[in-house]
Structures are given as structure tokens and as C-alpha cells.
């Protein structure tokens, strides 16, 4: 269908206006009148096939059907507004708005169509005309909790959080057991670092709905920010209960017992979830935390046995191999199987530039970087945009004391790709791993103007910036390491930036429990242990 010509919208919009402006004092009193005599069986029929057809997802079925009962019956509003709701979600969105605009003439002092308006223009990202059009749905029905919604969220996407507040706190003034008002405003303060204004607010929402997992976690977040990291520990651990088991719940309850320092509540946790008869994505979930802790020969069963039961899996070999990769003093044999279980990736699976990557750092490890080239050339003439492939021959070339062309090879692929930010934080690290730490500092804060809350990012910008040698970048690195910590609380590797930090700072004690903590979660990584070592080494010579 072709778009209206601009002169027709700016029409629109008017008409809109005044149909607004006209209605400014509040809708007049209507003369009583019998109620409407109800729907002839026809229309009904198609509605109710059109509604279920719409709760199906068959929105073109639901627009035929609801065409049909607007015939039969054309002037419900109920069923024009279904229609155009239907209409709109087939994809003929222009035409829906036309036929709302129309719509909001014929029935002026009907809420919902104020309503459907105002999400068909945000949908349109006409953020303008759907404010007037949920403050509309309010002026003629107070108390209408889905208006005050919409424009809430309608001021959240003109990024003005403050008006978006606002519109939460006037609908708990009409509707005080608003759930969804009251968690979406919690959210909102949590968002504007206001975690302390948040709690009250999501314990009501618990007091009204005790199964609302998400305001349970958002709970937990604001407690840990306020350093209640054991009640935090407790209301993530019941929403962990209250969703029978819940992967995703059960990760954040995970991290949180890591950031608490209680590594035998997460094992105990892992094993509630280590189940054989479990479908291969929490199998290999799990193996993954065993992993992040250094429970290495327990990762290595449940990955080495969800490949058994998923023979097809390229995945579940590829994990099998990280985690025999992840010994660092691992025999050869080890090392030999992960280079083998990595390679038994097929050449055309989506994970083989992981894979041949994988085994490329094993074989370089293991004093065999010839063989790592040739694995690493093959695989890159098949696919020679793979980020993981380019890295790891950055890497080789970084290994054969080629910094320089390892750098040019990224800088080249990133001037290419300028959008990728996945490619530009694998840049970041390269030039970390080079030593070249302003410059990572520099790269990585490049991702960060683009994704503020990449914890990848955050982390590697903060401990570059602890080695760049500049008492100045310190501030720099506290902020970023602050909210990598915040968004993924108990994670070693952040813990042993965060240590470093501390040891840069001369606060050798916290340091050291930090660096302590990191090494108990993660034993297997070299570098926390060598850096918590350079930290009792200054100890001893300070005490000394």
C-alpha cells in the first residue's frame, strides 16, 4: 500500500489536535440512553473467531474474520478497534493508523480508542501523537492503568526517564494495587541509580503478587547495591524455588552465592541442576558454571556426558574441549583430547571458527604453534571474516613477535566492519594482550559509547587501565570496574581486575581478600594467582 502523502499526515495530526484541544475541559455529561441492543449472531460469530484467531497469532485470519463482523456490524467500536489492532499486526501498519485517526473521530470519548492509538503511533515511533493520544485515554478515564502505561513508556522512549516517573506515581495515586505500575517505577529508579527509592516499591509489588519472579530479582539487585548481599543471596534463592528450577534464575542465585564468597552453597546449587535426564542446553549450562569456578574434572563429566547423549552436538564437544583447555597445567594428554574433541566440529557448523580458535591457543600453549598456523590459515581462507579466526591469527602473529601486523590485521577488519562492536572488543583485548594498555583502555571505551553496560568491555577497560601506569586513569578504572561488579557480581576475572585496582591504590589488605576471593572461585587461572602473589610479596616488604 502506498504511504500517504505528507500533506494527509500533517492533516492527521491536526485533526488530532483539535479533536484534543476540543475536548480540553473534559468530556460533557451524556444524556442517559438505553444500552445498545446486543451484537446480531453473525457479527459475534466472526468476532469471537477473529479474537481467538489474534490470541493464535493468525493475524491475517483475525483481520478477515473481524472484517466480516465489522460488516455485519459497523458501528462497534469493539469490533473496528479489534480490526485495526488485527490490521496492525499483519504488518500494514500505515493503513492502521489511517483507520485509528478515523477512528479517534467517530468514537472521540471512547478510551480504548484513544488507547490502540496511542500504541499505534509509538509502534510508528510517532512518539508525539501517542503522548496526546494516552493523555487523551486519561483525561476521559483517570483511572485508566494501561494509558498511564503507555505514556510512561512513550516519555522513556523521548528519554525523558523524569516524566516517565511521574506518570508511574500518578497512576498509584488512582490505582494503588497497580502491579505493573509499581514494579515498572521500581525499574525505573533502579535505572536512575536510585536503588534505596526502589526497594519499598518492589516489596509491595511482592506483598501483592509473591510470584513475581522478575520484581523478586530486581529486589535482590537493589539489596546487593545497598549492600545487603545475604538477604540478596535469599530473595534470589526463592525466586529460584518459586520457578521450580529456572536456569536463568538459577545463574543469576549462582553469581550472587560467588560475589558472597560462598563457593560450596554453588556447587551445592550446581547440583540440584546436574541432571543426566536434563535437555542438552542445561546440560551444557552447567557445565559452564562448573567451569567459571574451576571445578574442572565435574565440567568435563556433564560435558563430556551431554555429548554422549547428543552425539550431534557440536557444541557440547566444544565445551568438553574448554574445559580440558582450562587445566593450565595440564598433561598432554589433555590438551591433545581438547584439540581433538575441538576439531571434531564440522567444517560447515556455525561454531568451527570457535572450535578452530580453541584449538589454536591449545597447540600454541603446548609449544606447537606451527601446527596452530596451519589449522588457523586453513580455516580462514574457508572463512575469512570469522572474528574468532581473525583474533587467533592476531594472536599467532603476536606469539611469532609480530605485534604490529597482528594489530593491522584488526585495525583492517574493524575499519571494514566499522558496526561491530564484538569485533572492535576482540581489537581491545588483542592490544591488552600486546601490552599496549592505553590503547585497549581507549578501544574499549569505544564499545562502551555504544553499549554502556558491556560487562566484557567495562572489565577490560578498567584493568587496562590499572596497568597504563597513569595515577589519573585510576578514577577511570574504579568507575568502570564499579559497574562491571555491579552487573556481574561473584565473576572472577572482574574480582581480579578489581583486586589489581586496590593494589594499585596501595590498599594492599583489600587487595588481597579480593585476589583471595577470585582465586578460590577460579583456581585454574594463572593470573590471579600470580597478581595475589605480587600482592603478598609488597606485604611482607611493607612489613617488614
Known sequence: ??????????????????????????????????????????????????????????????????????????????????????????????????????????????????????????????????????????????????????????????????????????????????????????????????????????????????????????????????????????????????????????????????????????????GLLDDPTADELQRLGVAHLYRAIGALDDAIRVADAARDAFPASAAARLVAAQARADRADAAAKDRARAVELALEVPEDDALRPDAVALAAATLTAAGEPGRARQLVDAARAARPDAIDLLVADADLLLAEGKPA?????????????????ELRYAWASFEDRAGEHARAAEIAEQVLAARPDHVGALNLAGYALTRTGVAADLDRAERHLTRARDLAPGDPSILDSWGWLLFQ??????????????????????????HLSQVERRQRRAGG
Not at 412 to 420: C, E, N, P
Not at 506 to 523: N, Q, S, V, Y
Open 1 to 270: 500500500m502506498a504511504w500517504p502523502s505528507r500533506t494527509l499526515l500533517a492533516a492527521r495530526v491536526v485533526a488530532i489536535a483539535a479533536l484534543v484541544t476540543a475536548t480540553a475541559c473534559g468530556p460533557k455529561p451524556a444524556a442517559r440512553r438505553p444500552p445498545p441492543p446486543p451484537l446480531e449472531a453473525a457479527a459475534y460469530a466472526h468476532y469471537l473467531r477473529g479474537r481467538l484467531a489474534i490470541l493464535e497469532g493468525d493475524y491475517d485470519r483475525a483481520a478477515t474474520e473481524l472484517r466480516a463482523a465489522a460488516a455485519a456490524a459497523p458501528d462497534e467500536a469493539m469490533i473496528a478497534l479489534a480490526l485495526i489492532d488485527a490490521t496492525y499486526r499483519t504488518g500494514a501498519k500505515a493503513r492502521a493508523r489511517d483507520e485509528i485517526v478515523d477512528a479517534t473521530a467517530r468514537w472521540p470519548r471512547h478510551p480504548e480508542v484513544w488507547l490502540l492509538a496511542g500504541r499505534i503511533h509509538g509502534g510508528l515511533r510517532d512518539h508525539a501523537a501517542a503522548r496526546a493520544a494516552y493523555e487523551r485515554a486519561i483525561h476521559l478515564d483517570r483511572a485508566h492503568e494501561a494509558a498511564w502505561l503507555g505514556l510512561a513508556s512513550t516519555w522513556i522512549a523521548l528519554k525523558r526517564p523524569d516524566r516517565a516517573e511521574y506518570a508511574y506515581r500518578e497512576l498509584l495515586k488512582t490505582v494503588p494495587d497497580s502491579v505493573d505500575g509499581r514494579f515498572l517505577l521500581a525499574t525505573a529508579l533502579i535505572d536512575r541509580g536510585r536503588e534505596a527509592a526502589a526497594t519499598p516499591e518492589l516489596l509491595k509489588v511482592l506483598e501483592l503478587d509473591p510470584d513475581h519472579i522478575q520484581a523478586r530479582l530486581a529486589l535482590a539487585h537493589a539489596l546487593r547495591h545497598d549492600g545487603k548481599l545475604a538477604e540478596a543471596v535469599l530473595q534470589t534463592r526463592q525466586a529460584f524455588d518459586r520457578t521450580g528450577g529456572d536456569l536463568g534464575v538459577a545463574q543469576e542465585l549462582f553469581w550472587l552465592l560467588c560475589e558472597a564468597d560462598d563457593r560450596q552453597g554453588a556447587l551445592d546449587l550446581l
Open 405 to 421: 601486523a597482528g594489530r593491522a590485521l584488526l585495525e583492517r577488519a574493524a575499519r571494514k566492519r566499522q558496526g561491530s562492536l
Open 505 to 530: 591504590r596501595g590498599r594492599l589488605d583489600e587487595a588481597r581478600a579480593a585476589l583471595a576471593h577470585a582465586l578460590r572461585f577460579a583456581p585454574h587461572l594463572a593470573e590471579i594467582r600470580d
